[in-house]
T-cell receptor, first 111, second 114 residues
């Protein structure tokens, strides 16, 4: 009963490097989301997907890309890492409505 | 002005105390109100989900919505050390088929001391 699985848990990047944050869910949810959480700022939606092959921008999409080739996986790509992307990233999924199931997060530092 | 305001705390109480956590909001279209609990180094998990005004109770937890004042509360009775976590309020204007229209508060960090 894994739920939403995120990898890696921690990562340090140098400015300008690229990386992919992995997210997988085993609940057959159509809807998946990427959020970032900064101290004192709450959760901000980066991208979301309503099903395989369909993605859309959230509130703070700049500097990120996503793809959704299967129902289970929703990777988040950082192309040119910047210090402003230092944050904790959460992947979430839902069957319907606002009841989201979150992963444990990826703590990313860009130095 | 932020759409959702939540006192970030930190809030520290003794075990057994009644805890009141609050959010105010400015968007009168919000109708669906949620409380998520987030333990340290974990993702948030849904705790309570209410629609429109009124109260909803679940064990030691009571969620209260006052739409006329644009104010929501979460009460925790007989608080336990295991309740120590960050509590985030979240709300949306309608029951979207996806959660893409959720607006979260900053979260209130609660510590319950034994």
């Amino acid at each position: 009963n894994a739920g939403v699985t995120q990898t890696p848990k921690f990562r340090i990047l140098k400015i300008g490097q690229s990386m992919t944050l992995q997210c997988a869910q085993d609940m057959n949810h159509n809807y998946m989301y990427w959020y970032r959480q900064d101290p004192g700022m709450g959760l901000k939606l980066i991208y979301y997907s309503v099903g395989a092959g369909i993605t859309d921008k959230g509130e703070v999409p700049n500097g990120y890309n996503v793809s959704r080739s299967t129902t289970e996986d929703f990777p988040l790509r950082l192309e040119l890492a910047a210090p402003s992307q230092t944050s904790v990233y959460f992947c979430a999924s839902s069957y319907s409505g606002p009841k989201l199931f979150f992963g444990s997060g990826t703590q990313l530092s860009v130095l | 002005q932020k759409e959702v305001e939540q006192d970030p705390g930190p809030l520290s109480v003794p075990e057994g105390a009644i805890v009141s956590l609050n959010c105010t909001y400015s968007n009168s279209a919000f109708q669906y109100f949620m409380w998520y609990r987030q333990y340290s180094r974990k993702g948030p998990e849904l705790l309570m989900y209410t629609y429109s005004s009124g109260n909803k109770e679940d064990g030691r937890f009571t969620a209260q919505v006052d739409k006329s004042s644009k104010y929501i509360s979460l009460f925790i009775r007989d608080s336990q050390p295991s309740d120590s976590a960050t509590y985030l309020c979240a709300m949306s204007a309608r029951e979207e088929t996806s959660g893409s229209r959720l607006t979260f508060g900053e979260g209130t960090q609660l510590t319950v001391n034994p």
